[in-house]
């Protein structure tokens, strides 16, 4: 499984028109192949802050949705209200032996 974390900064300005394109978004990510887990989280001060926490069945399913229209779409409607560049994590989990 992989875990992927995305760090996403918005002008304050932006904060009231990043949530509805989240709203819209979530449901079809959601239901995308390989999707297990979608979170979009708020900072409680700042709603400019965002962070995504997503599962996916593996790499190779999170790359399809990467790469998939309804990512593009939405990425080309939510970049231009970026105040810098997106972080991406890819992560799994560790295994630890005893």
Do not use: Q
Not at 37 to 43: C, G, Y
Not at 69 to 81: R, T
């Amino acid at each position: 499984m992989v875990h992927r974390f995305v760090k996403l900064r918005f002008a304050p300005k932006h904060a009231a028109v990043i949530t509805p394109l989240f709203e819209k978004i979530a449901p079809e990510v959601r239901n995308f192949e390989g999707c297990l887990h979608l979170e979009i989280l708020f900072d409680i001060r700042d709603g400019g802050k965002v962070i995504t926490y997503s599962h996916w069945e593996s790499e190779a399913h999170l790359e399809k949705y990467r790469h998939s229209e309804v990512f593009k779409e939405f990425w080309a409607e939510i970049k231009p209200l970026f105040l810098r560049p997106a972080e991406a994590w890819s992560m799994k989990r560790a295994i630890f032996l005893p």
